[in-house]
Each structure stands twice: as structure tokens, then as C-alpha cells.
């Protein structure tokens, strides 16, 4: 069973979700400011969180550049506003979707669900495996270059362990929002080239001019050693 966490003022839009979340059996844990929800989203009881942006104390941003810092619990911003959803493109925020409200309680339940299942595909495996100078340890979940580990989030190391599995073969973006983000209908494109950005800027000695996570022009990218 899993256990979500929502970080949300509005009691009215907990208790929705709560109830909601616990009928198709997640256990939830409650936080009512960006405080409170950043010590619980750390505390390791949790499977997942579901940020809101607008919080008293640590705004959701906040909260989530501190989780970041040693976590890769997946986290599902919420947000209010098209801003909002543009700061979570435009900045390198580290979240693994997001939702804007108003919602549908079977949307969000979606989403929930797309991110919890691609948590679990990734079930511990011992040993690692080398590609040219990048080094997987499924067992620790970690990707190493040249030695020297890589601060991934979840969903990026998701995305190098699809591109690992399939080397040199153009991936499209659909096919990388379908099968690493878990879902194809509510997903924006937009999402995978922020995330192959951010990529470049971890994997790439120089970003602009990539050796290994590349761009096959009209039809994806790829990733070589
Ligand atoms: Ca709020």
C-alpha cells in the first residue's frame, strides 16, 4: 500500500482528496503548511507528495527545493495558476508533474497512480552495468559517470534507465511521455525537452554541445556512449 502525502492550507480541498485517495486504498498523511510538509516528505513514510504551490510558512517551491536536496520521493506539484505551471517549466524545480486546479478527483487519482507505478517498475535489482562511461547500480538507484555520481531526480533517472535499455535507438517524445511519465493524454510535450535540458546540464561536460543524450531533429532523441 502506499502512502501519499498532501501539502495543502485549504482543509476543504484535504478532506476532498483524503477521502477520495483512502477509497482507492492509499493510506494519506496530512500537512497544512510548507513547515510541516517538508519535515514529513523527509521523514521517509511517505510514497509520494502532492505539493501545493500557495502554502503558509515555506511555499511549495520552497518546500520542494529542500526535498530536492536529499530526496527523490516523486513529487506532483499543485498549482492555481498558469504562472505557476510556467515557474514548474521554466525553472529547474526538480518536480515529477504537476496538476493545476481546479482538478478532477479522477485526473489527480491518475496522475497518482502513473507516477506510483513507474516508482515500482523500478524494483531494486543487484549489481550494475556499464555503458561507455555511465555506470548503473539498480540496486542503489544511482547513475555514475566517469565515476562520479549523478544528482538525478526520480523521473530523470527513469528517463536515462529507458534510454540505457534501447542504445542509440531514437526515442520520440510521445513514446517517452507514454512510457516513462506513465500516461500519453494529460502529459504536455513540453515536459520531456525541459527534462532532456536539464539532462544535458548533469550528463554533458558541455550542454550545448552534447556527446551523449542527443537530438535526432523530427523525430527524438537518443542516447549514446
Ligand atoms: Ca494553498
Known amino acids: 500500500m502506499s502512502t501519499i502525502l498532501i501539502v495543502e492550507d485549504e482543509k476543504s480541498i484535504v ?7 483512502r477509497r482507492e486504498g492509499y493510506e494519506i498523511m496530512e500537512a497544512y503548511d510548507g513547515g510541516k510538509g517538508l519535515e514529513l516528505a523527509l521523514s521517509g ?3 509520494l507528495v502532492l ?23 516523486p513529487v506532483i506539484m499543485v498549482t492555481a495558476r498558469e504562472e505557476e505551471t510556467d515557474k514548474i517549466f521554466g ?4 518536480a515529477d508533474d504537476y496538476i493545476t486546479k481546479p482538478f478532477s478527483v479522477k485526473e489527480l487519482a491518475a496522475r497518482i497512480k502513473a507516477n506510483i507505478r513507474r516508482i515500482a517498475a523500478q524494483k531494486p535489482q543487484s549489481g550494475g552495468d556499464t555503458y561507455g562511461p555511465f555506470r548503473l547500480d539498480r540496486s542503489l538507484q544511482s547513475i555514475t559517470k566517469d565515476g562520479r555520481a549523478l544528482e538525478l531526480t526520480q523521473r530523470e533517472y527513469d528517463i536515462i534507465c529507458y534510454f540505457l535499455a ?7 517524445r510521445e ?6 511519465w506513465g500516461y500519453d493524454y ?13 539532462l544535458r546540464e548533469k550528463l554533458e561536460d558541455n550542454p550545448a554541445e552534447p556527446k551523449h543524450l542527443m537530438t535526432k531533429r523530427g523525430a527524438g532523441y537518443y542516447l549514446q556512449f
Do not use: C, H, W
Open 51 to 73: 505539493l501545493d504551490v500557495m502554502l503558509p510558512v515555506m511555499d511549495g517551491f520552497e518546500v520542494l527545493r529542500n526535498i530536492r536536496q536529499t530526496s527523490s520521493i
Open 175 to 180: 513514446e517517452l511521455m507514454e512510457k516513462v
Open 91 to 94: 525553472l529547474e524545480t526538480g
Open 45 to 47: 513514510k511517505a510514497d
Open 15 to 21: 478532506d476532498l482528496i483524503s477521502f477520495n485517495l
Open 166 to 172: 534501447r542504445p542509440s535507438q531514437v526515442v520520440s
Open 186 to 198: 494529460y502529459g504536455d510535450l513540453r515536459a520531456v525537452d525541459v527534462a532532456m535540458r536539464r
